[in-house]
């Protein structure tokens, strides 16, 4: 019996410079233990009087998580940070009850031919912190725990899994892992994996009860603690989840939260322009019109 339940194909999505392709949520599938959305960025090469322009904009109740394959980004926040993630990198950033921040090209790269790859996640936060005062963190790529196990490279990025913790600082069970190989193996890793499971392909293919598959899907699993599956040469792929919190998560643009009242509280302190300032930055993304699909308190 095939432990897949569900297999979602990256959407295009606009976020305003380049169209990137969305995994989370989806329609059938809001989260992924407390993994609330995931946009795949790029591949996508920028020419000289092209770049990456996301001026500042608000989050709440989530951790935002960037990690690059290539190219540079310049993130600047409420906080008063100022710091460019490169490839191997992460950026963790906490929300809490109010972040601001940008990303943009670094100033020594916007007149110049450059590569943007990466992935971009979002995190929720436990009800119980969702609230909690905004951080920020960035972890060099060396920091890392690396391994080698049944003859293929692994990296675990955030959370704890095989063993082994993240340095990066998160506020509830999970696990985001990085698995290359360069030739074809068959791996069973359930043992080591808790909650509810997500696989994505990056780069090459997977084979599973007899099924091949490539890039831009997102494979979720039945039950994490069955995770088998044969990874083909030349593949890279990133297994994440975790412990599913006991609330659902509403989301409204950049805000995640467990209450209505918690959104409609960020979109008029939007409105209103009374969430931090990122230094240095004078513009500010405005508030979407209502999306449809989210329901507000009456």
């Known amino acids: 019996m095939s432990n897949i339940n569900l297999i979602i194909e990256e959407r295009p999505s606009d976020i305003g ?26 591949p996508v090469a920028l020419k000289d009087n092209e770049n990456m322009d996301v001026g500042p904009h608000p989050h709440i109740g989530l951790s935002t998580l960037t990690y690059l394959f290539e190219g540079n980004i310049m993130h600047k926040d409420s906080l ?27 100033d020594y790269l916007r007149h110049s031919d450059k590569m943007l790859h990466g992935l971009q996640i979002w995190v929720a936060l436990p009800k119980e912190f969702e609230q909690t005062e905004p951080s920020f963190v960035h972890i060099e790529e060396d920091e890392l725990p690396a391994w080698e ?33 360069k030739t074809k193996q068959k791996l069973s890793i359930g043992k080591d994996l808790y909650g509810e499971s997500g696989l994505y392909i990056l780069e090459g293919s997977i ?11 997102l494979l979720i699993a039945k039950e994490a603690s069955l995770c088998e599956f044969t990874i083909n040469e030349n593949s890279t792929v990133y297994i994440f989840g975790g412990e599913p919190f006991p609330e659902p998560r509403h989301i409204y643009w950049n805000f995640v939260a467990t209450s209505y009242e918690l959104i409609e509280d960020a979109k008029q302190r939007w409105l209103d322009q009374t969430f931090p300032k990122v230094p240095g930055e004078t513009g500010f993304v405005p508030l979407p019109p209502q999306n449809t699909n989210f329901k507000p308190k009456q």
């Open 80 to 106: 008063g940070t100022e710091v460019e993630i490169k490839p191997g990198q992460v950026n963790w950033m906490t929300a809490g009850k109010g972040i601001v921040h940008s990303e943009r090209t670094p």
């Open 149 to 181: 196990q049944d003859g293929v490279s692994m990296k675990l990025i955030a959370g704890e899994a095989f063993g082994k913790k993240s340095p990066v600082p998160v506020y509830s069970k999970l696990y985001y892992i990085e698995i290359k190989s």
């Open 207 to 217: 084979e599973s009860d007899g099924t091949v598959f490539e890039p831009k899907q």
């Open 17 to 42: 410079n380049f169209l990137v392709g969305r995994l989370l949520p989806f329609k059938d599938k809001r989260t992924v233990g407390p993994f609330a959305f995931i946009d795949h960025m790029g």
